[in-house]
């Protein structure tokens, strides 16, 4: 029997650049071993195109993202909560994993300034999946 996907909400104010970013590299790096969700606290109309830019730059499409909002229900529905810059907005759920990463937003920054921002969020989530398959061993 296969243990359950952990899974892992990704929360910004925007949803459109950071949490975007984050989701891309965990759907990428951990692939279906992990249950990804993104959300903002007040979800932008698009993208960061500077964040879309950055990420296919390693190969990685978050072209077809929407940022989403916040939901209640996303957050019960989550092992892990990280959040990126939201504050207060984000719910405490007793019993979930709350990391919060201190982050630059990228928002209204060309893809130069985006690429380190990126860089640190791929260091994040790759420590994160190594955290998650520890606690599945």
Not at 30 to 39: F, I, L, Q, T, W
Not at 100 to 113: F, I, R, S
Request: hydrophobic share 40%.
């Amino acid at each position: 029997m296969t243990a359950p996907l952990a899974s892992v909400l990704f929360v910004c104010i925007h949803n459109a650049g950071r949490s975007q970013m984050a989701a891309g590299f965990l759907r990428h790096l951990a692939g279906d071993r992990v249950e990804v969700r993104s959300a903002g606290s007040l979800p932008g109309d698009r993208i960061n195109p500077s964040a879309v830019a950055a990420m296919a730059e390693l190969g990685i499409d978050i072209s077809d993202q929407k940022p989403k909002v916040l939901t209640t229900e996303a957050a019960q529905a989550s092992d892990y909560i990280i959040t990126m810059g939201c504050g207060d907005a984000c719910p405490y759920f007793p019993g979930k994993t709350y990391l919060d990463w201190q982050l630059e937003d990228p928002a209204g920054q060309g893809v130069e300034a985006v690429r380190p921002i990126r860089d640190e969020i791929k260091t994040l989530v790759e420590g994160l999946i190594a955290d998650i398959d520890a606690k599945k061993a």
